[in-house]
């Protein structure tokens, strides 16, 4: 039997985008293609608007900038900035719709949809979708993990008619950690058991838990975050000051240095 064609989206505030969540992408990829029922032929990061009712977003303008710069160097890892380029914020539901209609015109060539739509809205597709004859349908996959598969179950975060069109007409692909219970969550849900078939469990069996929120006080403190972002990003943050961030003066580099030398 053919193996369904996907691509995984993820969205979120990416404030900033940390080297988990790249990770995720590899995670889900590997476990897709080990089920041996699933081909990742893409990947997108989609950015949430800055009208987010989060407090303190950083804006669109250096969170793009930032994600250009962490995934230079990835060959299958696009980002999309429809989200961003909208005039308000848009739900998940919508933002999934749009890049699966997107992508549908464009398998199906309606309307010839790369000589009609801004070439931004084209950069997440993968350069061998756009140039292929293959009109195999490719489904779009919210990436996410479990963090977000529990507020489904919170009164009031998410409408059930937006979980119900996530789940049933996208599906989920969930990393989760050892010791979680996503199951349990499932079964608690009646949106979430009837479409269970669109739920795939994924198990982070080396987990690291790098956060946004932590590394923005880390930089805010003026401590190291090598190795938790792309250094590319890390000089975008110095170099704006984005958090607060202040990079050490190369006096105070040099009396450290000399500090060191004379400890050891």
């Known amino acids: 039997m053919a193996r369904t064609r996907v691509i995984l989206i993820s ?3 990416y404030d900033p985008p940390t080297n988990m969540h790249l990770r995720m992408f590899e995670i889900a990829r590997d476990h897709l293609h080990r089920m041996g029922t699933h081909i990742v032929v893409g990947g997108i990061i989609s950015p949430v608007h800055e009208s987010y009712s989060r ?17 230079e160097n990835n060959d299958w890892i696009r980002l999309s900035s429809w ?19 997107l992508l549908n015109s464009l398998l199906s ?10 070439i931004e809205d084209l950069d997440w597709i ?20 479990a963090d977000l598969l529990e507020t489904f179950s919170i009164p009031g975060v998410w409408a059930d008619d937006d979980v119900e069109t996530i789940v049933g007409q996208h599906g989920l692909v969930v990393i989760t950690r050892e010791g979680s219970s996503p199951n349990k969550l499932i079964y608690d849900s009646d949106i979430l058991s009837k479409n269970m078939q669109n739920i795939i469990i994924v198990t982070d069996w080396i987990p690291n838990e790098i956060s946004s929120t932590r590394i923005r006080r880390a930089l805010r403190r003026n401590e190291s975050v090598k190795y938790l972002l792309q250094d590319s990003v890390i000089d975008y943050i110095y ?20 500090y060191c030398k004379t400890d050891s």
């Open 11 to 13: 969205c979120g505030s």
């Open 55 to 71: 407090k303190e977003l950083t804006s669109s303008t250096h969170r793009l900038a930032m994600l250009r710069l962490a995934l």
């Open 83 to 101: 989200e961003c380029r909208q005039n308000a914020w848009s739900k998940t539901k919508i933002c999934l719709q749009h890049h699966q209609n």
């Open 109 to 118: 060539e309606v309307n010839d949809v790369k000589n009609g739509i801004d």
């Open 126 to 145: 993968p350069e061998n979708i756009k140039n292929d004859l293959d009109s195999t349908p490719i489904e779009i996959k919210l990436l996410c993990g």
């Open 239 to 258: 170099q704006h000051g984005i958090y607060g961030a202040k990079r050490m003066s190369s006096m105070v580099q040099q009396n450290l240095h000399a």
